[in-house]
């Protein structure tokens, strides 16, 4: 049922995101399905690399030790931004086209009062692609 599947990830937050990740993977095993590890990070140094491309090669390096942690295939695709916080949907919404993605499984927050003034980044990915959008809390 599923090839491609598109998991956004911070590696920053990792224990906020385990549970994504599992979910994912496991979706991954009983389909065969491929997992593409999705990240936007800035173009300017951070706490995790001081370039994109150092970033990416952190990413994929997390691709493969989760592909050999859960047996499946992996993947690492990251986007670079001047403003990750104000692009991250843009540039997810871009993700899916790009790396053509069946599915996305990302971690949700739990709904509370800043709902009302920003949507969550789950909820724009199922308005604005035709993929499917699995959130886990």
Known sequence: MYRSIMVP??????????????????LARHYGATLIFVSITAETPTSIAHTPSEFQEKLSAFAEEQAARMGISAAA???AST??????????VHAIHDTGADLVVMASHKPGLVDYFWAA?????????????????
Do not use: C, M, N
């Open 77 to 79: 695709k990251s986007y």
């Open 9 to 26: 990830v911070d590696l920053a937050h990792l224990p906020q995101i385990a549970g994504a990740i599992d979910v994912a993977g496991d």
């Open 121 to 137: 980044h789950g909820a724009h990915l199922a308005a604005h692609t035709d993929t499917s959008v699995f959130l886990v809390r």
């Open 83 to 92: 403003d990750p916080s104000i692009d991250i949907d843009e540039k997810l």
